[in-house]
Every structure is written in C-alpha cells, then in structure tokens.
C-alpha cells in the first residue's frame, strides 16, 4: 500500500521568510496530492492541492510542485506570516484505492514574529 | 464546499461502553469517511461509510469494534464499541464529490473522545 513521509516534524521560520515541507509517496498510481492546514483544536482544512497531471500549482503565497519520476511533492509558503503557525500535512491517493487518503506525518510550523 | 457537522463534539465516557458519533452533511455527497486521528498524530482512515451496503475497513480497524452506518447521501454514524482507555483520540468524518479518486475531501470538526 502507500506510505507518505513528510519532512521536517518541526519547522521554525522567522516571519516574511519562506517555509518549504517536502513529502515523498510509494505508489506510483498516486495521482492526487492533497494539503491541509491545521490550527490547534480546528479540523484540517485544504489549502491547495495537485494532481498528476501539473507539475506545479500557485495560489497567492501557497505553491505546490510535484516530481512523478522522483515521486515527491513539495510545499511553499512564501512571505510567511504568524497566522501561517500550524500543522501541515500532506496526503497521497490513488483512483484504484477508491479515493483513500494516505496522510503523512505532519509538519509543525512556527512563525516567529 | 460541502459544510459538515458532527455530534458530539466532545464526550467522555466509561470503559466497555459505546458511544456513536453522528456526520452530516449539507448536501448530497458520493462518498464519505471516518477517520481517528490520536493527540499530536497524524490522521488514519479507519473506514468509508458506503451509502446502502457494508462499511469498507482499512487494515487494523474492524466492523465489530467501529460498526458504521450511512443510510443516505447526508449523512453517517461511527460507533466507537467496548470502549478502552486507547480509543481516546478524536474521530473526524469527512466528505467528498465525484467518484474517482482526484477529488477534495473536506473535514467535519472532529469528536474528542476521552475514555476512562
């Protein structure tokens, strides 16, 4: 099955700097690489996602690339700011999985101000 | 999006009893999903909640400990059974539109079971 690790655990960015948490998957019938945000005690929540078919996504300071070859995907945040500290965690699926989500381990990420 | 509500949103409950956790959903969505996500962890799908037949369970999760029922489109109920101090965690549901499997998922707000 997939398995999805994702580096660093603990990030610490001053803020404005750029954070970037890669994440590399297993299976190459992935094609569906979700990212979600999650603040202390709040439910996950998308913030940008890529599929198999794009090399790279842009939405304002949030980015995502992905190698299929390497089989690895990458956040950016650019201009980070403080509102930006929480946990990240990237996922992985595949159609003939039927749409499971395999999530990596998360990445914690502080702004210092 | 979809907007997802779950009850309870806490509970702390005995051990060897059951509590069931409620998901829906504000509109018609193909699929839907329970997830366990322990404190500090990352999340782990425990089954999808298949509307009109039997909950499909990811490796380590079983019908009899998490039985789950999803009699429509809106909505799906996660029993937590015979309950132990390791089934604190919090419970999340989450939906998704489409059938392949390249579609956004979005999260309820999560049950925080506490179990004594």
């Known amino acids: 099955g997939e398995n999805v690790e994702q580096h660093p655990s603990t990030l610490s960015v001053q803020e404005g700097d750029s954070a970037v948490i890669k994440c590399t998957y297993s299976?190459?019938?992935?094609?569906?690489f979700p990212w979600y945000k999650q603040e202390l005690g709040k439910r996950p929540q998308l913030i940008i996602d890529?599929?198999?078919?794009?090399g790279e996504k842009k939405d304002q300071r949030i980015a995502v690339t992905l190698n299929k070859t390497a089989k690895h995907f990458s956040l950016h945040i650019t201009e980070t700011q403080p509102e930006d500290s929480a946990v990240y965690f990237c996922?992985?699926?595949?159609?003939?999985?039927?749409?499971?989500?395999?999530f990596g381990p998360g990445t914690r990420l502080s702004v210092l101000p | 999006s979809a907007v997802i509500s779950q009850k309870p949103s806490r509970d702390i409950c005995q051990r060897g009893t059951s509590l069931t956790i409620q998901c829906q959903v504000d509109?018609?969505?193909?699929?839907m999903f329970w997830y366990r996500q322990q404190p500090g962890q990352s999340l782990t799908l425990i089954a999808t909640?298949?509307?009109?037949?039997?909950?499909?369970?990811e490796s380590g999760f079983v019908i009899d400990k998490f039985p789950i029922s999803r009699p429509n489109l809106t909505f799906s109920t996660l029993t937590v059974s015979n309950m132990s101090p390791e089934d604190s965690s919090i419970y999340l549901c989450s939906s998704a539109v489409g059938l392949a499997g390249d579609h956004e998922q979005f999260f309820g707000p999560g049950t925080r079971l506490t179990v004594l």
């Open positions: 996922a992985a699926s595949a159609k003939n999985y039927g749409q499971n989500f395999v």
């Open positions: 909640a298949n509307q009109g037949s039997e909950a499909t369970y």
């Open positions: 299976d190459s019938a992935s094609n569906y």
């Open positions: 509109s018609q969505v193909t699929m």
């Open positions: 890529i599929r198999s078919n794009v």
